[in-house]
């Protein structure tokens, strides 16, 4: 496809998400808000008055990262695997498989509502947070870096996800049986040097640890893991899911006969 | 030159059901080309081949001389798709679902944006332009299909089975909009289980049956050959048996018989038998579809 024609294709695609993402708010920003307002509120003030430090940071300060960076990879994962479901479901991705739009630009797009959902929806978290919370930013490229990098792996293992299902239940089993326990397991609220020194090492196996831990670093300057190994790895793994999700997109599958 | 030309094209589906086994079909630029057959029988599945919906098993498909594989990017840039069902998101409005389709083919937006405004004024569908398609009737939900096909000025366009549904009124205004297309350059490719709407638009058509063609040709050559030559005669008041008799029909009911003519007969001799047994004649038609009739004798 001529570069004019693919910029104009590309633009649609992005137009589109974010025509939805923006329409649909009530949907897709607001209760993301609503439930980690709660979280905050329940396990930061009610509980965290009596918990005290943690890694020498005032627990209810403490887990505002892992709120933020928990709400920007669930949305992030449900964005694309929704709305990408919901064209295949619609049948109006034909729409884009009869046009001469690359697969790749079709990916693209996709991801790109998913990184814009997950940043909104964790920005507006975060401000309701800061209100209460006053959490300090000492490395405010680190916090962006590692908030791109989860919305931009969760978004693409949200385009995996919609290749693969078939019917609703598909595009909530990953999310329900897999997404919510890693993340729960991830450190939002609680530091990795907390645990002993085997589930440490089981923890390591966990992506989401990666991006909380490297993600806190940018607030409060202090981390589980080196903050570039974090970044590294979660890096490979967006890498390696892209190059996955291209190779299914190249043989149809999911989407052609 | 041929607007599409598909040789030796098979699919086999996961799980072994053979769809087409060796299509070959050839359609010349500015052809208004009828593909028929049974549900089942292969078209759809042609098509989806023919638009990159579906993966061939083998074969080739040319479209305005570029080989699909070679260039697919050229050859879906010339293609318009109608689908069989409703393949747009039903909560867009139509305007954003005609817009959305031209920027998948790359078009500017301003551009894509008033070629939307021209096509659902042609359409009839101006006033829903800002309605959710969900609300549409059914022969709206067609027509802004076909909008949607020709956003991108496609030089083929197909439509597979555009009238499914499709009041009697709306399908004439629809087959004049595909007239006045065709006559403007557009080569049409149409699958229909109408038989008659094939006798008043196309030219060629091709009969498949178990993902093979069984049948080619011009649709007058091909009518030509059907051997059913009996028409329905209205008479002004009920013929006599004598009457019957002379025009050496069979008696209907009332006041219409029907004529058999022999394959070397001329047309007129139906007004020479009426008018040697003193008949005076309303109207004569065919007394069966002659599309249908070779339809019928050709799968059967």
């Known amino acids: 496809m001529r570069a004019d024609l693919l910029k104009n294709s590309l633009f649609t695609i992005i137009r589109r998400e974010m025509t939805r993402i923006f329409r649909l708010w009530s949907q897709t920003l607001l209760p993301p808000v609503i439930t980690q307002s709660l979280h905050f509120l329940i396990f930061g003030g009610f509980i965290g008055s009596r918990v005290g430090l943690v890694d020498g940071v005032p627990y209810i300060a403490f887990i505002v990262p892992g709120l933020v960076m928990m709400t920007v990879i ?36 996709y991801v790109f509502g998913g990184i814009v959902r997950g940043a909104v929806s964790g920005v507006l978290v975060f401000a309701v947070c800061a209100v209460f919370a006053h959490p300090t930013i000492r490395h405010p490229f680190a916090i962006l870096l590692f908030l791109f990098l989860a919305a931009t792996l969760f978004s693409l293992a949200g385009f995996l996800n919609g290749i693969f299902a078939k019917t609703f239940d598909d595009i909530s089993i990953f999310s329900t049986f897999v997404l919510v326990p890693l993340t729960y397991l991830g450190g939002v609220f609680y530091s990795l040097n907390q645990l002993p020194a085997f589930w440490q090492n089981v923890s390591r196996l966990n992506p989401i640890l990666y991006m909380v831990d490297g993600f806190r670093y940018g607030f409060f300057g202090v981390a589980s893991v080196p903050v570039w190994w974090s970044a590294v790895v979660l890096a490979l793994i967006a890498f390696a899911i892209t190059l996955v999700n291209l190779a299914l997109l190249r043989r149809g599958v999911g989407m052609k006969q | 030159m041929e607007a599409l030309r598909i040789e030796g094209v098979r699919k086999t589906y996961a799980g ?3 769809a087409l086994k060796g299509v070959d079909l ?30 061939k098993t083998g074969g080739k498909v040319t479209v305005f001389g570029v080989d699909q594989d070679a260039d697919p990017d050229t050859t879906k840039l010339s293609i318009g798709i109608v689908p069989q069902e409703f393949n747009f998101n039903i909560f867009e409005t139509p305007r954003v679902i005609v817009m959305t389709q031209g920027g998948f083919y790359g078009m500017d937006r301003r551009d894509a944006a008033a070629r939307a405004d021209e096509l659902l004024h042609a359409l009839g569908l101006w006033e829903k332009k800002d309605v959710q398609a969900i609300k549409l009737s059914g022969g709206m939900k067609r027509r802004l299909m076909i909008a949607r096909a020709l956003v991108h000025r496609p030089r083929l366009l197909i439509l597979d089975e555009p009238t499914a549904g499709v009041d009697v009124e709306l399908r004439r205004g629809m087959w004049e909009y595909l007239r006045t297309l065709n006559a403007a350059g557009t080569t049409i490719l149409l699958t229909t289980h109408y038989l008659e709407e094939v006798e008043q638009l196309c030219k060629n058509m091709t009969i498949v049956q178990r993902g093979a063609v069984v049948k080619s040709g011009s649709v007058q050559a091909l009518l030509a050959e059907a051997s059913d030559r009996r028409y329905r005669v209205m008479l002004a008041e009920a013929p006599t048996d004598a009457q019957v008799h002379t025009l050496r029909a069979e008696s209907d009911d009332g006041t219409t018989v029907t004529v058999a003519l022999a394959p070397d007969e001329l047309f007129e001799t139906v007004f020479a038998r009426c008018h040697e047994a003193g008949v005076h004649v309303r109207d004569v038609v065919p007394a069966q579809n002659r599309v249908e009739e070779l339809y019928l004798s050709t799968i059967q």
């Not at chain 1, 034909?94 to 697969?103: A, F, G, M, R, Y």
């Open chain 1, 74 to 109: 669930q949305n992030s994962f449900m964005n694309v695997v929704s709305s990408f479901f919901l064209a295949k479901f619609q049948r109006s991705i034909e729409e884009l498989i009869v046009s001469p739009t690359p697969d790749w630009a079709m990916m693209v797009g």
């Open chain 2, 16 to 18: 072994g059901v053979e």
């Open chain 2, 26 to 55: 050839s359609i010349a630029e500015g052809d208004f080309f009828a593909l028929l057959g049974a549900n089942g029988a292969g078209k759809t599945t042609l098509i989806n081949i023919t638009v990159g919906l579906v993966t």
